[in-house]
């Protein structure tokens, strides 16, 4: 079981967001992150904890292993706004339940 | 370029029965797992089946197994979800997912999706 938080935020533009994940065992460094706009299907952001997917801006990084891991976006844009989804992928593959990220 | 388009997605009955395609373009398909995931509305992700094309070894989430049915055509390029003895509670949007290898469940291409309603 996946369990991200905050399960929402609000913030700036500028603004440096984390979000994490805790997993209820240990998933290694099996963990990936995942976006996903209003009406639209998630896009993979990072895999494998830290490695970022082509296209994806550098303002996004990823860290943890073991439980406890975090997305990083170092500057928010407007562009996003969106709801973010961890998913292990050591086992069955399953999500968190997600954090919507708006602009204040 | 690499795309994944689902149909098949409708309004049925419980107890009802549905296909659904993914066809597949842009990429070597027998070289990747692909996936079904849905997205019930409102509500979060949830991985429900998955079918490994090379070897044909397939997978499912508890909730779907005995009902759903993944198959895959390699001539086609097209993987099927048969959707038999349907519940409210699969009423979702169904994404198809293609894993980044073989081995893994990174799912780095998603189509757009198709959505299934069941519903008296």
């Known amino acids: 079981q996946l369990t991200q938080s905050p399960s929402s935020l609000s913030a700036s533009v500028g603004d440096r967001l984390t979000i994490t994940c805790r997993a209820s065992?240990?998933?290694?460094?099996?963990l990936n992150w995942y976006q996903q706009k209003s009406g639209k299907a998630p896009k993979l952001l990072i895999y494998?904890?830290?490695n970022l997917q082509g296209g994806v801006p550098s303002r996004f990084s990823g860290s943890g292993s073991g439980t406890d891991f975090t997305l990083t976006i170092s500057s928010l844009q407007p562009e996003d706004v969106a709801t973010y989804y961890c998913?292990?992928?050591?086992?069955?593959?399953?999500f968190g339940q997600g954090t919507k990220v708006e602009i204040k | 370029e690499v795309h994944l388009l689902e149909s098949g997605g409708d309004f049925v009955q419980p107890g009802g029965s549905l296909r659904l395609s993914c066809a597949a373009s842009?990429?070597?398909?027998?070289?990747?797992?692909m996936n079904w995931v849905r997205q019930a509305p409102g509500k979060g992700l949830e991985w429900v089946s998955a079918?490994?094309?090379?070897?044909?070894?397939?997978y499912y989430i508890d909730s779907v197994k005995g009902r759903f049915t993944i198959s895959g055509d390699n001539s086609k390029n097209t993987i099927y979800l048969q959707m038999n003895s349907l519940r409210a509670e699969d009423t979702a949007v169904y994404y198809c997912?293609?894993?980044?290898?073989?081995?893994?469940?990174?799912?780095?291409?998603w189509g757009q999706g198709t959505m299934v309603t069941v519903s008296s």
């Open positions: 079918i490994r094309i090379t070897g044909g070894n397939t």
């Open positions: 998913q292990q992928s050591y086992t069955t593959p399953t």
């Open positions: 842009g990429f070597t398909f027998y070289s990747h797992t």
């Open positions: 494998t904890t830290s």
């Open positions: 065992q240990s998933i290694s460094i099996y």
């Open positions: 997912a293609k894993t980044i290898d073989e081995s893994s469940s990174i799912f780095d291409i």
